[in-house]
């Protein structure tokens, strides 16, 4: 059997997909051997003429999974490694670079509530939040706590209108 952080992420990656897949957009979840701070990314469909195609908008993401959050009047409280927070914050500083989005799945405490199947419906519990970090890198030594709006939902409608930001030039 997987360890329980590799069930964690696979849920995750299954989260990312039934998501990206619902949004009418597609999504690159990159190789399992290689792992550069880039988990994938999300490029825009668009209609041209007849034909539905990639516009060559994007947005690359860096997705994590876990138990240990905490959500207060509407602020989801999650910590995240500091050398993975300064990458993104490196990212986001740089205007011509593609932008990057941390998506954290915030799962129940108790891995049997992560998921459940029937006949009639799958449930992956409970939900994913989308997060641009500040441009300042941290000082810390080990972690950094975010404050994620709970309003910032990974969600189909939230990809289009992400990817519609990036296409417009008005994401950061």
Same mark, same amino acid.
């Given at each position: 059997?997987?360890?329980?952080?590799?069930?964690?992420?696979?849920?995750?990656?299954?989260?990312?997909?039934?998501?990206?897949?619902?949004?009418?957009?597609?999504?690159?979840?990159?190789?399992?051997?290689?792992? &550069?701070?880039?988990?994938?990314?999300?490029?825009?469909?668009?209609?041209?003429?007849?034909?539905?195609?990639?516009?060559?908008?994007?947005?690359?993401?860096?997705?994590?999974?876990?138990?240990?959050?905490?959500?207060?009047?509407?602020?989801?409280?999650?910590? +995240?490694?500091?050398?993975? &927070?300064? &990458?993104?914050?490196?990212?986001?500083?740089?205007?011509?670079?593609?932008?990057?989005?941390?998506?954290? +799945?915030?799962?129940?405490?108790?891995?049997?509530?992560?998921?459940?199947?029937?006949?009639?419906?799958?449930?992956?519990?409970?939900?994913? &939040?989308?997060?641009?970090?500040?441009?300042?890198?941290?000082?810390?030594?080990?972690?950094?706590?975010?404050?994620?709006?709970?309003?910032?939902?990974?969600?189909?409608?939230?990809?289009?209108? +992400?990817?519609?930001?990036?296409?417009?030039?008005?994401?950061?």
């Amino acid at each position: 059997m997987i360890t329980e952080q590799h069930t964690e992420e696979a849920l995750c990656r299954a989260y990312l997909h039934a998501v990206a897949g619902r949004s009418g957009h597609v999504i690159e979840l990159g190789d399992r051997s290689f792992d &550069y701070g880039v988990d994938g990314s999300i490029k825009q469909v668009k209609q041209f003429g007849k034909l539905k195609r990639e516009s060559g908008f994007a947005i690359d993401i860096q997705a994590k999974a876990s138990v240990n959050w905490s959500i207060d009047n509407g602020v989801v409280k999650y910590d +995240l490694d500091v050398d993975t &927070y300064n &990458y993104l914050a490196s990212r986001v500083s740089e205007p011509r670079a593609v932008p990057i989005l941390l998506v954290v +799945l915030c799962l129940p405490e108790k891995a049997e509530d992560w998921l459940s199947v029937t006949e009639k419906e799958l449930v992956l519990r409970k939900c994913s &939040y989308w997060h641009f970090p500040d441009k300042t890198p941290s000082s810390n030594r080990t972690q950094v706590r975010l404050s994620i709006s709970a309003e910032n939902k990974f969600t189909p409608e939230a990809i289009t209108e +992400l990817l519609d930001k990036v296409a417009g030039g008005t994401l950061l």
